[in-house]
């Protein structure tokens, strides 16, 4: 590790193999604390480049206890995270929500790292029980649409760097990883990335990618559709801008769609907002995301009907449905 650290500090990169071979040696406990919090400093430091993500991503994937979800045409709603915003869990509760409307989702998630209140630390608050018996979890997607991958079950290899990650106190790598090694590898994602050079890198990363998927990314910074502002959107075949009234919606402010103090106010939102009780914001917020991941699916082909789906998802009660039949 001395002599990758060298190199990496005088701005040299690692080409794909090395960076999968790196990866694979701090999972087998090759390398002490210190040298892992220098590794992930240098990636504070400068940008991780294309073929360092991909390697880091092969090695993951290897490591990774496997899923085997290719009989559905599922999708993943997953951020980046580590864009500062402590807003409510607004991918997870769209997820639901995209469930409800007839689409199979595989949930990647884990504890908050860089937040107060990561997907895993809401699910689990409300009493879901997470596993990686693949029996469990394809009887949930069966019957309830949806089922949530606790990342620190599929990868074991995360295990050697979780206190270090938490120890460091923001994002890292591994947050970029996250929405790119989701085990069942599903065939469509909806990825929320917090600044427009990870939105870059992950549109280049893609090209290599066999997955169908959707790239967001407000450009004040939040790694999902804020409604704060405009939001970029990225496709394999497009780029667009588009601004809060284009996707049905009015501008909100960064105090209606702010997740609370503790795990415990961030899971009344949940429930409230499912529940189809929450403020006008989060309600919208919740839709634009929803409406943004179904479109990715590939259920329907315009935004409009996208939307109309994930309106008549929350409002009948067939999201929160597919919650309480997820907890049960």
């Excluded at 007839?102 to 608050?125: D, F, M, Q, R, T």
């Excluded at 427009?196 to 992950?202: A, D, G, I, T």
Aim: with cysteine.
């Amino acid at each position: 590790m001395k002599e990758i650290l060298q190199d990496l500090f005088l701005n040299h990169s690692l080409n794909r193999g090395e960076a999968k071979e790196v990866l694979m040696q701090i999972a087998n406990g090759a390398y002490n604390e210190y040298q892992i919090a220098a590794f992930l400093t240098v990636y504070k430091m400068r940008n991780v480049q294309v073929n360092e993500l991909l390697g880091f991503r092969d090695a993951l994937l290897e490591l990774a206890v496997p899923i085997d979800f290719s009989a559905y045409n599922a999708i993943d709603l997953c951020g980046t995270g580590g864009d500062g915003k402590n807003t409510f869990n607004v991918s997870t509760l769209s997820a639901f929500v995209v469930a409800g409307a007839g689409v199979k989702v595989a949930k990647h998630g884990n504890y908050g790292v860089s937040s107060i209140c990561g997907s895993s630390n809401v699910l689990e608050y409300l009493g879901y029980t997470f596993t990686n018996k693949e029996d469990q979890l394809t009887k949930q997607i069966e019957e309830n649409n949806i089922c949530v991958l606790h990342a620190p079950l599929f990868h074991p290899a995360l295990k050697a760097v979780g206190p270090i990650r938490k120890g460091f106190g923001m994002s890292s790598i591994f947050n970029l990883l996250g929405p790119m090694v989701n085990p069942s590898q599903p065939k469509n994602q909806l990825i929320g990335v917090f600044n427009q050079e990870v939105l870059r890198l992950y549109k280049y990363v893609y090209q290599h990618l066999q997955t169908r998927h959707t790239l967001i990314h407000s450009i004040d910074g939040y790694d999902e559709i804020s409604l704060t502002s405009a939001v970029r959107v990225v496709t394999r075949d497009s780029d667009q801008l588009k601004n809060p009234k284009d996707m049905g919606f009015n501008k909100v402010k960064a105090s209606d769609i702010y997740g609370g103090e503790t795990v415990a106010d961030a899971a009344k939102i949940f429930v409230s907002v499912l529940n189809n009780e929450g403020t006008e914001a989060q309600r919208s917020v919740v839709l634009a995301n929803s409406a943004m991941a179904i479109q990715a699916s590939g259920l329907a082909e315009s935004y409009e009907d996208c939307l109309a789906y994930a309106k008549k998802s929350l409002e009948s009660g067939a999201a929160f449905t597919c919650f309480k039949k997820s907890i049960a």
